[in-house]
Nanobody, 123 residues
Framework: QVQLVESGGGLVQAGGSLRLSCAASGRTFSTYRMGWFRQAPGKEREFVAAISWSGGNTYYADSVKGRFTISRDNAKNTVYLQMNSLKPEDTAVYYC????????????????WGQGTQVTVSS
């Protein structure tokens, strides 16, 4: 069992930055691949970024590539999402999740989810 708790969301102006954190419970955190998803009102949950268990491999949606950076600290059981050059279209609830195997882009691959944190980008 893994519990995930996101934090760091908030209101920011376009062009600004936020760093989201996702703290995980459980000793097996380092064995999980981690991902960030987001869901805007009236839209499906979409993949944002993922990171391998070691942190050596990262993957991004085209819409955030070059602006967002995913990282993890296995000693702290935490994964981060640094978001720079934010745009109004980045406004959404952001979720972290973890999985062992499967396709990183597919929500069904993920075993555990956090409760989400709201990010609002004003124009």
């Amino acid at each position: 069992q893994v519990q995930l708790v996101e934090s760091g969301g908030g209101l920011v102006q376009a062009g600004g930055s936020l760093r989201l954190s996702c703290a995980a419970s459980g000793r097996t955190f380092s064995t999980y691949r981690m991902g960030w998803f987001r869901q805007a009102p009236g839209k499906e949950r979409e993949f944002v970024a993922a990171i391998s268990w070691s942190g050596g491999n990262t993957y991004y949606a085209d819409s955030v590539k070059g602006r967002f950076t995913i990282s993890r600290d296995n000693a702290k059981n935490t994964v981060y999402l640094q978001m720079n050059s934010l745009k109004p279209e980045d406004t959404a609830v952001y979720y972290c999740a973890c999985y062992i195997s499967g396709t990183m882009y597919y929500t069904g691959s993920y075993d555990y989810w956090g409760q989400g944190t709201q990010v609002t980008v004003s124009s």
